[in-house]
């Protein structure tokens, strides 16, 4: 995520709004992920029967599965609509 | 109707349709039906009906079967999933490992084996694993050996363990990740998996931890070799390199020796003791006496049917899935039961008729032997020939190649129309591909040095303590 490697001190003026935008651009995608992967995973891997609190084994397996194929589906779309953009 | 009965009562069967026959007579049916008898169908008919119901009755009881074994078995390890994991704990990890089979063309076999008939038991009982597949033959020996030396140079402070590119607050130490690999465990699926992992072990704990880049060894040797060489008169022709990591030719004269290479390297003779110039003191280097113990082994039987020869084997495969399904199945409950047993390594102590009779038919004795029918089944796989004929058809036909590349290249003839469409392949490229071609040749032989019936497992008296395999699960274990 390359939003780690913002932040740093800014020089005053117009510039800056820029990079705010950018900013706040990069929250909402990452936000957007986030949300979409907790909604998809939890209604694949968790049951609506709440035995207790604590997630079980099968679900934190399913869970860390679907976080890492979301990932991946994720940054394979992405590359695709680059070189499909770049190309077009 | 009491009628009818009494002027009928002879003939006791028309009695019975003579009910029917009230019952259905205005509803439409042809009279003709009251009076037929009912018949089997012909002969022809029933054999046809036979065979093929036997057939689909039997294909149905075999997928009913599987269903039910591994719902068994699933069933068994269930209560596993339904434990409570804390949020910063780690589930149990494994990994698989799946060689590709000797003259396959798909390499994903074995870990579609896996995929089909194990995994299914270990989602049940919220096992995570993790899957690596050796592409082409002794590629799985080449990425464990890597491994193995990777761990000895961090082990020996030479190089840093690898840092992730964002440090997480309980990121897990090195000891921590390896304590869990520990109780995490190996499957490997197939001799042939076996072969290759223990040869890769072997070598990984005996060769010089040096970091070796095979391709760059194998430019080396290839650029010694003569074979770009000019034909005719010796012309030192110092081309450039455009960014390949290949040394340039020039004719090899005794007094003239330019040839340059990418690295920092001495050149002069191609002998090849100059690459070893290894940046580890001797001292570090020389091969641990002692192994670290290594997470306990799951053999998985697989045997891969390929060729027109082995249809018939492939059709009973078809049929006969349960049985793949309970070997499968009961291969990953012992990994969840986690009941371990020593490595059964072979008798050092064997009379000189032992050692004959091991030669003739590979036979080696305890957890060596694992699957060793499976190697029977090679048959039609790669033999060396092969690649010694596409060597020699290469060969034959890069000289005409090369003189055309060369010709075009230095401009003493003008490109045909042909040439101008569709450009051949420059002297860089010719020298890729054959880099490229080399590889996979030689990467083929070795494996199938490591991987062919006869060679027996690989064997190092260290590994004597460190191994452990998966057993049956004792009849008094819970589930």
């Known amino acids: 995520m390359s939003f780690l490697?913002?932040?740093?001190?800014?020089?005053?003026?117009?510039?800056?709004?820029e990079r705010i935008e950018m900013a706040i651009n990069e929250i909402d995608m990452v936000s957007d992920v986030f949300n979409r992967i907790v909604s998809s995973?939890?209604?694949?891997?968790?049951?609506?029967?709440?035995?207790?609190?604590?997630?079980?084994?099968?679900?934190?397996?399913?869970i860390d599965r679907c976080v890492a194929k979301f990932f991946e589906v994720n940054k394979k779309v992405g590359e695709k609509m680059q070189s499909a953009g770049a190309s077009a | 109707m009491s009628s009818q009965n009494v002027d009928s009562a002879p003939k006791p069967s028309q009695v019975q349709k003579s009910g029917v026959r009230a019952a259905f007579e205005y509803t439409g049916i042809p009279p003709s039906w009251f009076d037929k008898r009912p018949k089997l169908p012909s002969r022809n008919?029933?054999?046809?009906?036979?065979?093929?119901?036997?057939?689909?009755?039997?294909?149905?009881?075999?997928?009913?079967?599987?269903?039910?074994?591994?719902?068994?078995?699933?069933?068994?390890v269930e209560h596993l999933a339904k434990e409570p994991l804390g949020t910063t704990d780690l589930p149990r990890k494994v990994t698989v490992y799946g060689a590709k089979?000797?003259?396959?063309?798909?390499?994903?076999?074995s870990l579609k084996f896996f995929r089909k008939y194990v995994k299914p038991i270990f989602v049940a009982a919220a096992v995570d694993y993790e899957m690596i597949s050796g592409r082409r033959s002794g590629d799985l020996a080449n990425r464990i050996a890597d491994e193995i030396k990777t761990r000895r140079r961090i082990d020996a402070g030479?190089?840093?363990?690898?840092?992730?590119?964002?440090?997480?607050?309980?990121?897990?130490?090195?000891?921590?990740?390896?304590?869990?690999?520990?109780?995490?465990?190996?499957?490997?699926?197939?001799?042939?998996t076996l072969k290759e992992f223990m040869s890769g072990l072997k070598r990984g704990w005996t060769e010089s931890m040096d970091r070796v880049d095979r391709e760059d060894m194998l430019a080396q040797e290839l650029a010694s070799d003569g074979r770009f060489d000019e034909p005719e008169e010796p012309v030192i022709d110092p081309e450039v390199v455009?960014?390949?990591?290949?040394?340039?030719?020039?004719?090899?004269?005794?007094?003239?020796?330019?040839?340059?290479?990418?690295?920092?390297?001495?050149?002069?003779?191609?002998?090849?003791?100059?690459?070893?110039t290894s940046n580890i003191p001797a001292h570090l280097d020389t091969p641990p006496s002692t192994t670290p113990t290594l997470p306990t082994l799951l053999l998985v039987p697989f045997t891969n049917h390929i060729g027109f020869r082995q249809v018939p084997n492939m059709l009973w495969?078809?049929?006969?899935?349960?049985?793949?399904?309970?070997?499968?199945?009961?291969?990953?409950?012992?990994?969840?039961?986690?009941?371990?047993?020593?490595?059964?390594?072979?008798?050092?102590?064997?009379?000189?008729?032992?050692?004959?009779?091991?030669?003739?038919?590979?036979?080696?004795?305890?957890?060596?032997?694992?699957?060793?029918?499976?190697?029977?089944?090679?048959?039609?796989?790669?033999?060396?020939?092969?690649?010694e004929k596409a060597r020699k058809t290469y060969y034959d036909a890069l000289p005409a190649?090369?003189?055309?590349?060369?010709?075009?290249?230095?401009?003493?003839?003008?490109?045909?129309?042909?040439?101008d469409s569709h450009p051949p392949p420059t002297e860089v490229e010719l020298r890729a591909e054959r880099l490229k071609k080399e590889m996979r040749w030689r990467g083929d032989e070795a494996g199938w040095e490591i991987v062919k019936p006869g060679q027996p497992v690989q064997w190092d008296e260290r590994f004597v303590d460190t191994l452990q395999v998966f057993d049956e699960p004792r009849a008094d274990d819970v589930g």
């Open chain 1, 5 to 17: 490697g913002r932040g740093g001190p800014s020089p005053a003026g117009g510039v800056n709004h």
């Open chain 2, 101 to 109: 089979w000797p003259g396959d063309e798909d390499h994903d076999k």
């Open chain 2, 45 to 76: 008919w029933l054999i046809f009906l036979s065979v093929t119901t036997s057939i689909v009755a039997y294909y149905v009881y075999d997928r009913r079967e599987c269903r039910r074994i591994r719902a068994d078995y699933s069933s068994r």
């Open chain 1, 41 to 62: 995973c939890h209604s694949k891997c968790i049951s609506p029967r709440y035995a207790e609190g604590d997630l079980n084994k099968g679900e934190s397996v399913c």
């Open chain 2, 401 to 419: 190649k090369l003189a055309t590349a060369r010709a075009l290249a230095r401009g003493t003839r003008a490109p045909t129309k042909e040439e």
């Open chain 2, 242 to 276: 455009d960014g390949e990591p290949l040394p340039t030719r020039s004719r090899l004269l005794p007094s003239q020796n330019v040839v340059l290479f990418p690295l920092q390297m001495s050149s002069s003779s191609p002998s090849k003791s100059t690459q070893y």
């Open chain 2, 158 to 192: 030479i190089e840093p363990p690898s840092q992730s590119p964002m440090p997480l607050p309980n990121q897990p130490t090195l000891e921590q990740k390896r304590k869990r690999e520990l109780e995490g465990g190996i499957v490997l699926v197939g001799r042939h």
């Open chain 2, 317 to 387: 495969g078809f049929f006969n899935e349960r049985h793949k399904v309970r070997a499968g199945s009961e291969a990953a409950y012992s990994l969840i039961m986690s009941h371990v047993r020593p490595f059964a390594a072979a008798n050092t102590i064997v009379t000189a008729s032992e050692i004959q009779e091991s030669q003739l038919d590979g036979r080696q004795g305890g957890d060596f032997d694992f699957d060793l029918p499976a190697e029977s089944y090679y048959d039609g796989a790669y033999t060396p020939s092969e690649t």
